[in-house]
């Protein structure tokens, strides 16, 4: 049995004190104010003990494996290396987000093709079966023009390879891109092969009258998501209508609704909706859309995900609170026990609570920042860092 002393502990509504947490095997067992058969004792030193993070949504893994467009390098190796950072920050979930997208306005590239996101999807699966430190996931974002996704899509749910799947569409003038300058220039900057072979005007013009997946194809691979336990979000949600639409498909989650309003609707509905890190850290959205920090200020932003960038989610956690005042317990809730619901996964991960998994972090602030000292997943102790001065 395993003990952890003198912690703060974040449990979903409150911070505990002068508690012992005690673990056995991969299991919470119990809180006490003595220690008494336990093999193992973890001083925290006063430090905060909160559940690890689950991420839903972050595209990372693709910088460890093309880390140029030029230089791709072994997949196994990459995520080998992206999780011991991953952890380092605190995930010890990460829903891995790969994209099947049909054209290459954001820099497809060779990761994002039928090939490559299968061959991803089953090292993840298949990585639980070798040495490992977190739990990793697959996150399949099918973009709606993609014609071949609707079979893809099928068969890899049909395999178990998916655990989150969800609809985008990044058609300009409407949702991320309802801003077309916002869509000119982060295409520009993507160094997109359309918008070079294409140019800008025709590039817009293919977009007006391209195909897309049908709301029935749509439907049918919401409904195998869910008879198979997985959840299914949409992406961007930008109007009333979207949210209609996406409650009839079977969506469960609005990831980085455009608005307030869309959100605080979204959330009214029944959705669980999904912020940015990031966008908290940098003070807005670089699309020029919805504050995060708004968002959970508004009681309409249930869930932080990293996207882009995994050491903000615990930095925007403290974050909140220091600047705003937002409980510690509520915005650890954002990024644990939230996420775990959404997932399905509550019953088992998400919070520090008697018969879950073990998966904790030891937080201690430096500096103004908040650092990780210990992380333990599934009750094994992951990783241990001492900073010095």
Excluded: W
């Amino acid at each position: 049995m395993l003990a952890i002393k003198n912690g703060r502990i974040i449990t979903p509504d409150h911070i505990v004190d002068n508690k012992i947490l005690l673990i056995e095997g991969e299991k919470i067992v119990g809180f006490t104010d003595e220690i008494d058969g336990a093999d193992t004792v973890v001083d925290a030193h006063g430090r905060f003990i909160m559940p690890g993070i689950i991420d839903v949504h972050s595209d990372k893994i693709e910088q460890y494996i093309q880390p140029r467009p030029t230089a791709q390098l072994d997949f196994e190796f990459a995520l080998k290396i992206c999780e011991r950072d991953l952890l380092g920050a605190g995930i010890t979930t990460m829903y891995h987000s790969m994209s099947l997208y049909k054209n290459e306005d954001f820099g497809k590239g060779l990761l994002r093709s039928k090939k490559n996101v299968q061959k991803i999807a089953e090292l993840i699966a298949m990585i639980h079966t070798r040495y490992h430190l977190i739990h990793h996931r697959l996150h399949l974002r099918v973009e709606i023009d993609n014609l071949e996704a609707f079979d893809i899509v099928g068969d890899m749910i049909n395999q178990n390879l998916v655990h989150l799947i969800s609809f985008m569409d990044h058609t300009p003038g409407q949702g991320q891109y309802r801003s077309l300058e916002v869509y000119k220039n982060a295409v520009l900057k993507y160094n997109s092969q359309e918008a070079r072979e294409l140019g800008l005007e025709r590039l817009m013009e293919y977009h007006t009258n391209k195909e897309t997946l049908s709301v029935e194809q749509l439907m049918e691979l919401s409904r195998l998501a869910r008879e198979k336990g997985i959840a299914v979000a949409s992406h961007d949600d930008d109007t009333l209508e979207k949210l209609a639409l996406n409650k009839e498909l079977g969506v469960s989650i609005s990831e980085f609704p455009t608005s307030l309003e869309i959100a605080q609707r979204a959330k009214e509905s029944g959705f669980s909706t999904v912020v940015g890190s990031a966008n908290i850290l940098r003070g807005g959205s670089h699309s020029g859309n919805l504050s995060a920090a708004e968002a959970i200020l508004h009681d309409c932003g249930d869930i932080i995900c990293s996207d882009y960038y995994p050491a903000a989610v615990l930095n925007s956690v403290f974050f909140m609170n220091e600047k705003y005042g937002v409980p510690l317990p509520d915005m650890v809730r954002r990024v644990s026990l939230n996420p775990a619901k959404a997932m399905k996964t509550d019953s088992e991960y998400g919070s520090i609570e008697v018969g879950k998994r073990a998966d904790l972090l030891i937080v201690e602030l430096l500096d103004g920042y908040p650092v990780i000292t210990h992380a333990f997943v599934d009750g094994c102790r992951s990783s241990r860092i001492e900073y010095r001065r």
